[in-house]
């Protein structure tokens, strides 16, 4: 059975860091682009990076360039997503998904991802 589960969300200062893990089962993470994505209170889902498969090509949503960063251990079947400098505007529930499509200047779309995790929370606050 396919399994995606997220770690790592907690609440952060400004400023602050945390390192998310999306741990896989069931399948092999380094056979699809997988993508990270979060929904803020209120508002919808946006993709905010993506790591393709085979080569580990990445990509960044503006808002977080120079900030997140995301990396593939393959041995572990896991994906990492380290967040530096967090902002407020952070804040949300984080998912990483399969993707069935890599695209070069945007993560995947919604409607690209046949499976999700259930998430985890990131809060920053002072």
């Known amino acids: 059975q396919l399994q995606l589960v997220e770690s790592g969300g907690g609440l952060v200062q400004p400023g602050g860091s945390l390192r998310l893990s999306c741990a896989a089962s069931?399948?092999?993470?380094?056979?699809?682009?997988i993508g990270w994505f979060r929904q803020a209170p209120g508002k919808e889902r946006e993709g905010v990076s993506c790591?393709?498969?085979?080569?580990?090509?990445?990509y960044y949503a503006d808002s977080v360039k120079g900030r997140f960063t995301t990396s593939r251990d393959n041995a572990n079947n896991t994906v990492y997503l380290q967040m530096n400098s967090l902002k407020p505007e952070d804040t949300g529930v984080y998912y990483c998904?399969?993707?069935?499509?890599?695209?070069?200047?945007?993560?995947?779309?919604?409607?690209?991802?046949?499976?999700w995790g259930k998430g985890t929370l990131v809060t920053v606050s002072s």
């Open positions: 790591i393709r498969h085979g080569d580990a090509i990445t």
């Open positions: 998904a399969v993707s069935t499509r890599w695209y070069i200047d945007h993560c995947p779309n919604l409607n690209d991802i046949p499976y």
């Open positions: 069931g399948f092999t993470l380094d056979g699809y682009p």
